[in-house]
């Protein structure tokens, strides 16, 4: 069973230049979601893909976008990058997101994720 | 408002001692579930254990154990017989409902240091 992966490892950018992040899904599960983690936070939610259809979003501004793939890979992009923008960016898959009852556990498997620098 | 809270930022505990780490929660939902991940340096997010709000026991995976009480909204970990390797962000996470987005809410964590 191949495990959720994520590229590039590091990324360094400057500040208004735009970037595109890999997550290659656990296989099996159709449902990725992103989460941005800033230096010394928790994660917070940015959005998930359930199927090629984006399924719930936190609060981040529209320049945060994503694909997923018939494959159930799936890409972050982020535009007009920012200072803030500088952070640790986890993906994690998981299967159907429609739980069978209430609290249903439905783990989702994280990837090493991919630590963006925005200069 | 916050809806995960960690208070404590640092713990630091001997080796082969038990250690607890707080967690508390709001929510108004009935049905949520609570999650704890440990987070090493190299970033990975590694899930210890879950406990769904309608579960009636206490839940345990090896070492770790899961402190529910839901009248006070707590979900403290307990780690048993700690070891080196236990050194790492320790994160508490819920879920809410049963229905769209299994967005995981995160609180800010408590870094644990296992010394010999």
């Known amino acids: 069973e191949t495990g959720v992966t994520q590229s590039p490892t590091h990324l360094i950018k400057t500040r208004g230049q735009q970037v595109t992040l890999r997550c290659s899904s656990q296989?099996?599960?159709?449902?990725v979601s992103w989460y941005q983690q800033a230096l010394g936070q928790g994660p917070q939610f940015i959005f998930q893909?359930?199927?090629?259809?984006?399924?719930g979003r936190g609060n981040f501004p529209p320049r945060f976008s994503g694909l997923q793939f018939p494959n159930y890979s799936s890409e972050l992009n982020v535009n007009a990058l920012e200072l803030d923008d500088s952070a640790l960016y986890l993906c994690a898959s998981s299967l159907e997101f429609r739980t069978s009852g209430p609290a249903a556990y439905n783990e989702q498997f994280f990837g090493p994720g991919t630590r963006l620098t925005v200069l | 408002a916050q809806k995960i809270t960690q208070t404590q930022p640092g713990m630091f505990v001997q080796e082969k001692e038990a250690v607890t780490l707080d967690c508390t929660y709001d929510t108004s939902d009935p049905s949520y579930g609570l999650f704890w991940y440990k987070q090493p340096s190299s970033g990975e997010m590694i899930f210890l254990i879950y406990?769904?709000?309608?579960?009636?026991q206490n839940a345990t995976e090896g070492r770790y154990s899961l402190n529910f009480q839901k009248a006070r909204k707590s979900a403290n970990l307990v780690i048993s017989a700690s070891q080196l390797g236990d050194s790492a962000m320790y994160f508490c996470a819920m879920r809410e409902g049963y229905m769209g987005a299994q967005k995981l809410v995160f609180g800010q964590g408590t870094r644990l240091t296992i010394n010999p």
């Open positions: 406990q769904g709000s309608y579960d009636q």
């Open positions: 893909y359930y199927r090629e259809e984006e399924n």
């Open positions: 296989s099996g599960h159709n449902t």
